[in-house]
């Protein structure tokens, strides 16, 4: 089955960007959706098809996909953007696949 | 958009729990719709998708032939039935949509989700 590969840590100053990647098998050919998960709540979608906003979100949250690794870039850091993020592909498979989750810390 | 869950609870090894998720907010009858599972301290697991007219169902090796999902278009509800309920299972349930009506490729809402506990 298809593995998704994310740190499962990240630290960021605020105002600064955050990078949180995502690697996998030939990512690049795949749509990379990412989900944003605050303690106690419900994750949320934040990116879709690689760099796709849905509404509400804001856009200091961006993605990028090539090669083997897909990327979630989050700008101006802020101390609410402090959550778990999950990187999520369907695989051909017929299965719906995530990563392991990265814990961004604003510091 | 509005996703919520029911029917978690404490369960024994091997016994049956049933969960549903009543959807408001939108054509329900438009979307796929999954369930995924976080069990504590951990990350999120694809566990059942259903197309929206119900015609197509998968599920994640790890509950195949012991889950059915299942849905009702009039009523707006998707359920999962859960058996030979493992102390593995326990976990967070979410109910959420799917982008689409079929090949759903991400999950757009989510439920806040139930908690079903498996322990003797």
């Known amino acids: 089955s298809y593995v998704l590969t994310q740190p499962p840590s990240v630290s960021v100053a605020p105002g600064k960007a955050a990078r949180i990647t995502c690697a996998g098998n030939s990512l690049g050919t795949q749509a990379v959706h990412w989900y944003q998960q605050k303690p106690g709540q419900a994750p949320v979608l934040v990116v879709y098809?690689?760099?796709d906003r849905p509404s509400g979100i804001p856009e200091r949250f961006s993605g990028s996909n090539s090669g083997n690794t897909a990327t979630l870039i989050i700008s101006r850091v802020e101390a609410g953007d402090e959550a778990d993020y999950y990187c999520q592909v369907w695989d051909s498979s017929i299965s719906w696949v995530f990563g392991g989750g990265t814990k961004l810390t604003v510091l | 958009v509005q996703l919520v869950e029911s029917g978690g609870g404490l369960v024994q090894p091997g016994t049956s729990l049933g969960l549903s998720c009543a959807a408001s907010g939108f054509s329900f009858s438009d979307y796929g719709m999954f369930w995924v599972r976080q069990a504590p301290g951990r990350g999120l697991e694809w566990v059942a998708v259903?197309?929206?007219?119900?015609?197509?169902?998968y599920y994640a090796d790890s509950v195949k032939g012991r889950f059915t999902i299942s849905r009702d278009n009039s009523k707006s509800t998707v359920d999962l039935q859960m058996s030979g309920l493992r102390a593995e299972d326990t976990a967070v349930y979410y109910c959420a949509r799917g982008h689409s009506d079929s090949w759903p490729n991400y999950l757009d809402f989510w439920g806040q989700g139930t908690l079903v506990t498996v322990s003797s």
């Open positions: 259903i197309w929206y007219d119900g015609s197509n169902k």
């Open positions: 098809a690689d760099s």
